[in-house]
């Protein structure tokens, strides 16, 4: 049972323009939502997370727009440069609080010139 | 440098053997979580260790077992491996909940 669906699997995109990746979850018990950017050859490192009790969180280029009664969250990339090509995943906690995190199965993104 | 080392960062093997991953979580962090990552399934969490005690299981075979010794530091064990088993492993720490979680480089096993 996938807890964290993710997509697309893949996305290309023009330089400067806007990215948008997408999650939906199952459980409501979740309470936090981390995005997690991998580059090829390296382990995944945190971009920005969100808890439910706001609807956004911006920053720098990347926002998280949090809707609970969809129980989605997606990111978004501004202004998208060659440099953001990576892999990018959602996560939240397997089963709420402070469980470990589960994860989407990625998007790979790839912003051309 | 993320402050996780895990070691080796390749590892080659047969059908059958055993090899174990090594795991060196941030300075101060008493979690370990070990994740697999593999093409078509993404990431999915294996074991976490919580101060030398197992808090938490996901989808580790049996064939699979970890540790984490009272230094903190964490190993996985894998055997009688199957050439499905080839994957990224990598081990994350925090503090102790979620929030800080931060992943190490990685192994990347070779069953052939």
């Known amino acids: 049972q996938q807890q964290v669906k993710q997509s697309p699997q893949s996305l290309i995109v023009q330089k400067g323009g806007i990215s948008i990746i997408n999650c939906a979850y199952e459980?409501?018990?979740?309470?936090?939502f981390p995005w997690y950017q991998q580059f090829p050859g390296k382990g995944p490192a945190l971009l920005i997370a969100?808890?439910?009790?706001?609807s956004e969180k911006k920053e720098g280029r990347f926002t998280i727009s949090f809707n609970k009664s969809a129980k989605q969250f997606s990111l978004h990339i501004m202004d998208s440069q060659p440099g953001d090509s990576a892999t990018y995943f959602c996560?939240?906690?397997?089963?709420?609080?402070?469980?470990?995190?589960?994860f989407g199965k990625g998007t790979r993104l790839s912003v051309i010139a | 440098d993320s402050g996780v080392t895990q070691t080796p960062k390749h590892l080659i093997t047969a059908t059958g053997q055993r090899v174990t991953l090594r795991c060196s979580p941030r300075?101060?962090?008493?979690?370990v979580y070990w994740y697999q990552q593999s093409l078509d399934q993404g990431l999915q969490f294996l074991i976490q260790?919580?101060?030398?005690?197992?808090?938490a299981k996901g989808n580790i075979l049996e064939r699979f077992s970890a540790q984490q010794f009272p230094d903190l530091h964490s190993e996985l064990n894998l055997s009688s491996l199957e050439l499905g088993d080839s994957a990224l492993y990598f081990c994350?720490?925090?503090?102790?909940?979620?929030?800080?979680?931060?992943f190490g480089s990685g192994t990347r096993l070779t069953v052939v």
């Open positions: 459980n409501t018990a979740f309470d936090y």
């Open positions: 994350a720490s925090s503090p102790g909940g979620i929030v800080g979680y931060t």
């Open positions: 300075s101060g962090d008493l979690s």
């Open positions: 260790y919580y101060n030398g005690e197992e808090r």
């Open positions: 969100i808890r439910p009790d706001v």
């Open positions: 996560a939240a906690p397997k089963v709420g609080g402070n469980t470990p995190l589960v």
